[in-house]
């Protein structure tokens, strides 16, 4: 079972910026939702994609061991604007919506179910805001928040959040975001945002430190 990571937080908070650490690292795989260059100067191996055939091929295909999906949210956006003018109205949306959850929750469960134990999959999304301020990842339809939380498939959550110029991960639940962690794999609320210390921290917590090469 490998173990997956989610990761959310608003546009321009770091989250793509956090692998600035993994480039040059035979450790770390990337597959792209959406075709964008990436904030930082050189490059990790990756393939860019919104079908999740591919990314399940790609996931367990990859020799590397820790693995980012990167704008994974988009999945469910591309999806629902390639096929939602497409469906019509009434049952055939409702069933695109269905389909939409279906796919996503099928993902995460390929992640933990189908993967090696040795692997951790980092999943990046936006985030969202509901109507009693509590922030949790943005998807779309009703089956994903009502009916799965996909925050709730994941023992790790971290938010991205920038301060005074600053780019931090929170590792816990704070003002009203879905932030958790283990106890005691991080020692502080507020953490840089480097998910490569992320990911050794991760490695050491469940004794997987023999898969860290550098």
Same mark, same amino acid.
């Given at each position: ?17 956090? @692998?600035? /650490? ?6 770390? *795989? ?24 591919? %990314?399940?091929?790609?996931?367990? =295909? ?15 956006? *591309?999806?629902? @604007?390639?096929?939602?003018?497409? /469906?019509?109205? =009434?049952?055939? %949306?409702? &069933?695109?919506?269905?389909?939409? =959850? &279906?796919?996503?929750? /099928?993902? %995460?469960?390929?992640? @933990? ?5 040795? $692997?951790? !999959?980092? !999943?990046? @999304? ?7 301020? &509590?922030?949790?990842? $943005? ?5 994903? &928040? ?8 994941f023992t790790i959550v971290l938010r991205a959040v920038s301060e005074m110029g600053k780019y931090y991960f929170i590792t816990q639940c704070d003002q009203g975001a879905v932030s958790k962690s283990p106890i005691g794999m991080f020692e502080d609320l507020k953490i840089d /945002?480097?998910?490569?210390? !992320? ?13 860290? $090469?550098?």
């Amino acid at each position: 079972m490998a173990i997956p990571v989610l990761i959310i937080g608003r546009s321009g908070t770091g989250k793509t910026t956090a @692998m600035r /650490n993994c480039i040059g690292n035979s450790r770390w *795989n990337l597959i792209k939702v959406l075709s964008k260059p990436l904030p930082f100067p050189g490059s990790i191996p990756c393939c860019t994609t919104d079908d999740y055939k591919k %990314i399940c091929a790609s996931l367990a =295909g990859s020799d590397a061991k820790s693995i980012v999906i990167d704008d994974a949210g988009y999945l469910l956006t *591309n999806k629902f @604007m390639k096929e939602h003018s497409s /469906n019509g109205k =009434g049952s055939a %949306i409702f &069933d695109l919506y269905n389909d939409i =959850g &279906d796919s996503f929750w /099928n993902l %995460i469960m390929f992640i @933990m179910e189908q993967l090696p134990e040795d $692997k951790i !999959v980092y !999943v990046i @999304m936006h985030e969202d805001k509901n109507e009693h301020g &509590d922030i949790a990842p $943005k998807t779309i339809g009703r089956m994903l &928040d009502e009916k799965v939380c996909v925050e709730g498939m994941f023992t790790i959550v971290l938010r991205a959040v920038s301060e005074m110029g600053k780019y931090y991960f929170i590792t816990q639940c704070d003002q009203g975001a879905v932030s958790k962690s283990p106890i005691g794999m991080f020692e502080d609320l507020k953490i840089d /945002n480097d998910l490569d210390y !992320v990911d050794k921290q991760i490695r050491k917590y469940y004794s997987l430190e023999g898969d860290i $090469k550098k």
